[in-house]
Protein backbone atom coordinates (compact mmCIF):
# COMPACT_ATOMS: atom_id res chain seq x y z
CA UNK A 1 0.00 0.00 0.00
CA UNK A 2 0.59 3.82 -0.49
CA UNK A 3 1.43 3.93 3.27
CA UNK A 4 1.87 2.00 6.75
CA UNK A 5 -1.81 1.20 7.91
CA UNK A 6 -2.33 0.18 11.83
CA UNK A 7 -5.70 -1.63 12.40
CA UNK A 8 -7.66 -0.77 14.81
CA UNK A 9 -6.66 3.08 15.37
CA UNK A 10 -8.85 2.62 18.58
CA UNK A 11 -9.14 -0.11 21.10
CA UNK A 12 -10.60 -0.36 24.24
CA UNK A 13 -10.61 -3.43 26.45
CA UNK A 14 -10.68 -4.76 29.88
CA UNK A 15 -8.30 -5.64 32.38
CA UNK A 16 -6.90 -9.37 31.81
CA UNK A 17 -8.08 -9.45 27.83
CA UNK A 18 -6.37 -10.17 25.05
CA UNK A 19 -5.55 -7.74 22.47
CA UNK A 20 -3.99 -8.17 18.53
CA UNK A 21 -2.78 -5.21 16.86
CA UNK A 22 -1.52 -5.29 13.80
CA UNK A 23 0.47 -3.50 11.02
CA UNK A 24 0.45 -3.64 7.34
CA UNK A 25 3.63 -1.99 5.90
CA UNK A 26 4.88 -0.39 2.84
CA UNK A 27 4.91 -3.23 0.34
CA UNK A 28 8.63 -4.24 -0.33
CA UNK A 29 9.97 -2.65 3.17
CA UNK A 30 12.15 -5.46 5.09
CA UNK A 31 12.21 -3.69 8.42
CA UNK A 32 9.05 -3.12 10.85
CA UNK A 33 9.38 -1.79 14.28
CA UNK A 34 6.95 -1.61 17.16
CA UNK A 35 6.97 1.60 19.54
CA UNK A 36 4.72 2.60 22.32
CA UNK A 37 3.84 6.35 23.28
CA UNK A 38 2.54 7.16 26.80
CA UNK A 39 1.07 10.86 26.95
CA UNK A 40 3.56 13.12 27.01
CA UNK A 41 6.71 10.53 26.54
CA UNK A 42 8.54 10.10 22.89
CA UNK A 43 8.12 6.84 21.44
CA UNK A 44 10.14 3.68 23.11
CA UNK A 45 11.16 1.02 20.67
CA UNK A 46 9.49 -2.26 21.70
CA UNK A 47 10.41 -5.18 18.93
CA UNK A 48 11.96 -4.81 15.16
CA UNK A 49 11.71 -7.54 12.38
CA UNK A 50 14.04 -7.94 9.62
CA UNK A 51 11.82 -9.78 7.23
CA UNK A 52 10.07 -12.51 9.13
CA UNK A 53 12.56 -13.05 12.58
CA UNK A 54 12.35 -10.62 15.45
CA UNK A 55 16.06 -9.31 14.83
CA UNK A 56 15.66 -7.24 18.24
CA UNK A 57 12.99 -7.65 20.92
CA UNK A 58 14.68 -6.25 24.14
CA UNK A 59 11.95 -3.25 24.52
CA UNK A 60 9.25 -5.41 24.80
CA UNK A 61 8.62 -4.92 28.88
CA UNK A 62 7.70 -8.33 29.64
CA UNK A 63 6.20 -11.67 28.54
CA UNK A 64 3.12 -10.86 28.52
CA UNK A 65 3.86 -8.84 25.10
CA UNK A 66 4.70 -10.64 21.73
CA UNK A 67 4.99 -9.81 18.09
CA UNK A 68 4.75 -12.20 14.80
CA UNK A 69 5.54 -11.37 11.76
CA UNK A 70 4.82 -15.04 9.95
CA UNK A 71 5.57 -13.95 5.68
CA UNK A 72 7.31 -10.25 6.20
CA UNK A 73 5.00 -8.34 5.92
CA UNK A 74 2.18 -7.79 7.92
CA UNK A 75 3.03 -7.69 12.17
CA UNK A 76 0.84 -8.29 14.82
CA UNK A 77 1.54 -7.36 18.06
CA UNK A 78 -0.03 -9.31 20.83
CA UNK A 79 -0.94 -8.98 23.93
CA UNK A 80 -2.14 -10.97 26.51
CA UNK A 81 -3.46 -10.50 30.54
CA UNK A 82 -3.87 -6.89 29.55
CA UNK A 83 -3.04 -4.16 32.20
CA UNK A 84 -3.72 -0.71 32.80
CA UNK A 85 -0.54 0.37 32.55
CA UNK A 86 -0.36 -0.90 29.02
CA UNK A 87 -2.67 1.69 28.11
CA UNK A 88 -1.48 3.58 25.37
CA UNK A 89 -0.66 4.68 21.62
CA UNK A 90 0.93 1.90 19.52
CA UNK A 91 2.72 2.90 16.54
CA UNK A 92 4.21 0.64 13.90
CA UNK A 93 6.93 1.89 11.15
CA UNK A 94 8.69 0.38 8.36
CA UNK A 95 11.69 0.98 6.54
CA UNK A 96 13.51 0.51 3.73
CA UNK A 97 17.12 2.75 3.82
CA UNK A 98 17.07 5.93 5.82
CA UNK A 99 14.35 6.80 7.70
CA UNK A 100 10.80 5.53 9.25
CA UNK A 101 7.54 5.49 7.72
CA UNK A 102 4.88 5.47 10.69
CA UNK A 103 1.64 4.09 10.55
CA UNK A 104 -1.35 6.28 12.59
CA UNK A 105 -0.94 3.84 15.53
CA UNK A 106 -3.69 2.07 17.60
CA UNK A 107 -4.72 3.68 20.99
CA UNK A 108 -5.29 0.90 23.22
CA UNK A 109 -6.91 1.76 26.07
CA UNK A 110 -7.30 -0.86 29.15
CA UNK A 111 -10.72 -0.42 31.88
CA UNK B 1 14.60 4.00 27.69
CA UNK B 2 15.04 7.42 26.12
CA UNK B 3 18.54 8.29 24.91
CA UNK B 4 17.82 11.59 23.95
CA UNK B 5 15.98 14.60 25.94
CA UNK B 6 14.47 17.90 23.67
CA UNK B 7 14.51 21.50 25.69
CA UNK B 8 12.39 23.29 26.25
CA UNK B 9 10.26 20.84 26.64
CA UNK B 10 7.17 22.81 25.80
CA UNK B 11 7.43 26.68 23.94
CA UNK B 12 4.76 28.82 22.87
CA UNK B 13 5.56 31.58 20.31
CA UNK B 14 3.63 34.24 18.33
CA UNK B 15 3.25 33.38 14.58
CA UNK B 16 6.15 34.56 12.65
CA UNK B 17 8.80 34.03 14.74
CA UNK B 18 11.39 31.94 15.32
CA UNK B 19 10.90 28.44 17.18
CA UNK B 20 14.52 26.50 18.36
CA UNK B 21 14.50 23.12 19.50
CA UNK B 22 17.36 21.00 20.90
CA UNK B 23 17.99 17.94 21.43
CA UNK B 24 21.01 15.97 23.63
CA UNK B 25 21.42 12.32 23.26
CA UNK B 26 23.91 9.97 24.92
CA UNK B 27 25.81 7.73 22.71
CA UNK B 28 27.93 7.74 19.14
CA UNK B 29 25.73 7.84 16.38
CA UNK B 30 25.52 7.39 12.81
CA UNK B 31 22.86 9.85 12.06
CA UNK B 32 20.15 11.86 13.31
CA UNK B 33 15.90 12.51 12.52
CA UNK B 34 13.85 15.47 13.21
CA UNK B 35 10.14 14.28 13.04
CA UNK B 36 6.84 16.32 14.09
CA UNK B 37 3.36 14.42 15.48
CA UNK B 38 0.19 16.23 15.54
CA UNK B 39 -2.23 15.11 17.96
CA UNK B 40 -0.33 12.13 19.71
CA UNK B 41 -0.68 10.02 16.42
CA UNK B 42 1.70 8.77 13.41
CA UNK B 43 4.97 10.73 13.43
CA UNK B 44 5.82 12.55 9.83
CA UNK B 45 9.88 12.74 8.69
CA UNK B 46 10.75 15.96 8.91
CA UNK B 47 15.05 16.02 7.93
CA UNK B 48 17.91 13.56 8.52
CA UNK B 49 21.45 15.22 9.32
CA UNK B 50 24.32 12.25 9.07
CA UNK B 51 27.19 12.46 11.48
CA UNK B 52 29.72 13.34 9.54
CA UNK B 53 27.19 16.77 8.62
CA UNK B 54 26.82 20.01 10.22
CA UNK B 55 23.95 21.54 8.87
CA UNK B 56 21.06 20.62 6.52
CA UNK B 57 18.23 22.61 5.45
CA UNK B 58 14.60 22.17 4.06
CA UNK B 59 12.53 24.62 3.50
CA UNK B 60 11.87 26.37 6.60
CA UNK B 61 13.64 24.17 8.93
CA UNK B 62 17.29 24.74 9.70
CA UNK B 63 19.20 21.50 11.40
CA UNK B 64 22.40 21.77 12.94
CA UNK B 65 24.33 18.74 14.29
CA UNK B 66 27.53 19.01 17.26
CA UNK B 67 28.93 15.68 17.24
CA UNK B 68 31.68 16.48 19.56
CA UNK B 69 28.43 17.99 22.05
CA UNK B 70 26.36 15.54 21.34
CA UNK B 71 23.40 17.92 20.65
CA UNK B 72 21.18 18.87 17.49
CA UNK B 73 19.09 21.65 17.26
CA UNK B 74 15.88 22.59 14.91
CA UNK B 75 15.12 26.07 14.26
CA UNK B 76 11.73 26.27 11.93
CA UNK B 77 11.82 29.97 10.86
CA UNK B 78 8.51 32.44 10.55
CA UNK B 79 6.44 29.84 12.05
CA UNK B 80 2.90 29.21 10.96
CA UNK B 81 -0.01 28.23 13.00
CA UNK B 82 0.31 24.83 11.22
CA UNK B 83 3.13 24.24 12.67
CA UNK B 84 1.92 23.75 16.35
CA UNK B 85 2.60 19.87 17.16
CA UNK B 86 5.23 17.58 19.10
CA UNK B 87 8.68 17.46 17.76
CA UNK B 88 11.11 14.77 18.47
CA UNK B 89 14.62 14.02 17.46
CA UNK B 90 15.46 10.39 16.88
CA UNK B 91 18.93 8.73 16.80
CA UNK B 92 20.54 5.49 15.00
CA UNK B 93 23.62 4.90 17.38
CA UNK B 94 26.98 3.69 15.85
CA UNK B 95 26.61 -0.09 17.90
CA UNK B 96 24.92 -1.67 15.79
CA UNK B 97 20.95 -1.84 16.93
CA UNK B 98 19.90 -0.66 13.97
CA UNK B 99 16.77 1.06 15.65
CA UNK B 100 15.84 4.80 15.89
CA UNK B 101 16.19 6.08 19.94
CA UNK B 102 13.56 9.53 20.56
CA UNK B 103 14.11 11.73 22.64
CA UNK B 104 11.05 13.16 24.84
CA UNK B 105 10.02 16.16 22.74
CA UNK B 106 9.48 19.67 22.70
CA UNK B 107 5.15 21.01 22.47
CA UNK B 108 5.21 24.06 20.13
CA UNK B 109 2.34 26.18 20.25
CA UNK B 110 2.46 28.81 17.81
CA UNK B 111 -0.58 31.52 18.29
CA UNK B 112 -2.31 33.26 15.62
Known amino acids: GAGVSQTPSNKVTEKGKYVELRCDPI?????LYWYRQSLGQGPEFLIYFQGTGAADDSGLPNDRFFAVRPEGSVSTLKIQRTERGDSAVYLC?????????FGSGTRLTVV | SQQGEEDPQALSIQEGENATMNCSYK?????LQWYRQNSGRGLVHLIL?????REKHSGRLRVTLDTSKKSSSLLITASRAADTASYFCATWATSGTYKYIFGTGTRLKVLA
Open chain 1, 93 to 101: ASSFHDGYT
Open chain 1, 27 to 31: SGHTA
Open chain 2, 27 to 31: TSINN
Open chain 2, 49 to 53: IRSNE
